[in-house]
T-cell receptor, first 113, second 113 residues
Framework: EPEVTQTPSHQVTQMGQEVILRCVPI?????FYWYRQILGQKVEFLVS????????KSEIFDDQFSVERPDGSNFTLKIRSTKLEDSAMYFC???????????FGAGSRLTVL | GDSVTQMEGPVTLSEEAFLTINCTYT??????LFWYVQYPGEGLQLLLK?????DKGSNKGFEATYRKETTSFHLEKGSVQVSDSAVYFC????????????FGKGTMLLVSP
């Protein structure tokens, strides 16, 4: 069983729609991260989340994006009013054993039409 | 800012061939360096890491040496197997935020029997 499960594995949406991507770790973790990879480009850091607060965010993570932990286990990334350029693979990660070691989910592929 | 540059893929090899995937980096200070691997349909998994100059990370027959003088962390394996087919990501953590990683674009490796 994977340590981190992401849903959906693939979502197709129309431009302007809202999307929620979910991340479920196998056990309780305090640190969560979202990264994304636009096809053919680098994996980019979006945001880190610690103890129910954003601890760090990149320039990419603007007002269009939000993260929350609605029920103490799931960790969600919400994208309001999606744009074509939001099409990417979105990866959730948790802090693994040892500093600077992240355990990633398989990713959620978002396609915005 | 921090950056990681990897060789373009795909790298196509026959089974038992020698593998090198080049990775160079730019960072302030003394980053930790990582190689992550993504098998089809799975998340990114830590393959190996090195935290200071001249350290050698190794795992599953893969090795990489932290070369500060050339700012490189090339991945090598003496004899690849079909099961090594995956996408390999070089990454660094320069202490900016807790466990925030800067990734390269990834290099796809295809090994044929």
């Amino acid at each position: 069983e994977p340590e981190v499960t992401q849903t959906p594995s693939h979502q197709v949406t129309q431009m302007g729609q809202e999307v929620i991507l979910r991340c479920v770790p196998i056990s309780n973790h305090l640190y969560f991260y979202w990264y994304r990879q636009i096809l053919g480009q680098k994996v980019e850091f979006l945001v880190s989340f610690y103890n129910n607060e954003i601890s760090e965010k990149s320039e990419i993570f603007d007002d269009q994006f939000s993260v929350e932990r609605p029920d103490g286990s799931n960790f969600t990334l919400k994208i309001r009013s999606t744009k074509l350029e939001d099409s990417a693979m979105y990866f959730c990660a948790i802090q693994g054993s040892g500093a600077n070691v992240l355990t990633f989910g398989a990713g959620s592929r978002l396609t915005v039409l | 800012g921090d950056s990681v540059t990897q060789m373009e893929g795909p790298v196509t090899l026959s089974e038992e061939a020698f593998l090198t995937i080049n990775c160079t980096y730019t960072a302030t200070g003394y980053p930790s360096l990582f190689w992550y691997v993504q098998y089809p349909g799975e998340g990114l998994q830590l393959l190996l890491k090195a935290t200071k100059a001249d350290d050698k990370g190794s795992n599953k027959g893969f090795e990489a040496t932290y070369r500060k003088e050339t700012t490189s962390f090339h991945l090598e394996k003496g004899s690849v197997q079909v099961s090594d087919s995956a996408v390999y990501f070089c990454a660094l953590s320069a202490g900016r935020g807790y466990s925030t990683l800067t990734f390269g674009k990834g290099t796809m490796l295809l090994v044929s029997p």
